[in-house]
């Protein structure tokens, strides 16, 4: 009877064993979550776009909702797509968005109120196709504000109010924004977004804001806003950056620089290019436009083992800074899921191919990926 059973048992292990082998390799290929090698530092956030949140790419955002614990909204609630007309609201995609940060659990972010780009041309313009009165477009400001943050108000929990209102020397832009209202544009901003969701935390936001006249504009910006009794929360800081730039000495200093603002620091749109400078087109104008070159699309069918460690060694030295300053930082986003999706490859010229996101086109996690993952376990 003994050896019934003995023989019963090893019968039953020969059909158990291979699925114990199979889970097992299962559980250990499962890649690592950046939200949870992070969730002692920062958020780890991401941009998403149109298509993703209509559900046209519901792969991406499936990988969107496993690694990331913050969204930001690439451009559906710009402007131009939220408000394209005088009194037509367009609301369905950036709906849509918010119900997936809410189903997920995730930060939302909403990004962003007033800019000087994707703003359509009617705003700034009365019914006669004529400069509007400077009452008038702080109305129109207001109702705009009013409109978009009050809809999702206790929702999103964060808004870029203003984008990028310094130029790289320190100064002031000059936007129609500025010529028609004045300075005091952005305060008003400020004060309308506060105003609609008094709970939301209010930021600015820019580019470029590592190199040393910019950063002294901005800092002079928000110490003028904080003067003047203005709620503003936090800076949100790019990061469109390169793999030669900028140094890691220029982000720790941009980092002790920022610290004394006394409002929360975020790298709000992290991409990493690894293609050559079109005349030394760094940041994120988007009004650059330029004729596509042979010599600046270096990788048209894809990248070189060597360069795919040049950007993961690239990305390791980032955030090892990162890490190093969490005590600083709120949440890192990156800007778009994957290669495919990133707006570095129509700028500054159209048809370019770039590579600068953690996932390929495929949505597989590149070495750059696993470059980030061992900085977070490396302080452990």
Known sequence: MKAVMMRRLAFI????????????????????????????????????????????????????????????????????????????????????????????????????????????????????????????????????????????????????????????????????????????????????????????????????????????????????LQAKGVRIDGFGLQGHWGLTYPSAAEIEEMFQDYSDLGVKLMITELDVTVLPDANRARGADISRNEALRKELDPYPDGLSSDVQKQLADRYAEIFRIFVKHADKLKRVTFWGVDDGQSWRNGWPMRGRHDYPMLFDRELKPKPAFEAVIETAEAKR
């Open 13 to 224: 292990l020969t059909l158990v064993s291979p699925l114990i082998v199979t889970l097992s390799s299962a559980v250990a290929a499962e890649p690592p979550v950046l939200k949870d090698a992070f969730k002692k530092d920062f958020l780890v956030g991401v941009a998403l776009g149109t298509r993703q949140v209509m559900g046209e790419e519901p792969q991406a955002l499936e990988l969107a909702a496993k690694q990331f614990n913050a969204i930001s909204p690439e451009n559906l609630l710009k402007w131009q797509e939220v408000h394209p007309e005088p009194k037509q609201y367009q609301f369905e995609p950036a709906d849509r968005y918010v119900e997936f940060g809410q189903q997920n659990g995730m930060f939302i972010l909403g990004h962003n109120l007033v800019w000087h780009n994707q703003t359509p041309r009617w705003v700034f313009e009365n019914e006669e196709g004529k400069p509007i009165e400077r009452d008038a477009l702080v109305e129109r400001l207001r109702e705009h504000i009013s409109t978009v943050v009050g809809r999702y108000k206790g929702r999103i929990t964060g808004w870029d109010v203003v984008n990028e209102a310094v130029e790289d020397d320190g100064t002031l832009r000059k936007t129609r924004w500025r010529e028609i209202i004045g300075d005091d544009y952005l305060e008003k901003a400020f004060q309308f977004a506060h105003e609609a969701d008094p709970q939301a935390e209010l930021y600015y936001n820019d580019y470029n804001e590592w190199q040393p006249a910019k950063r002294r504009g901005i800092k002079e910006l928000v110490h003028g």
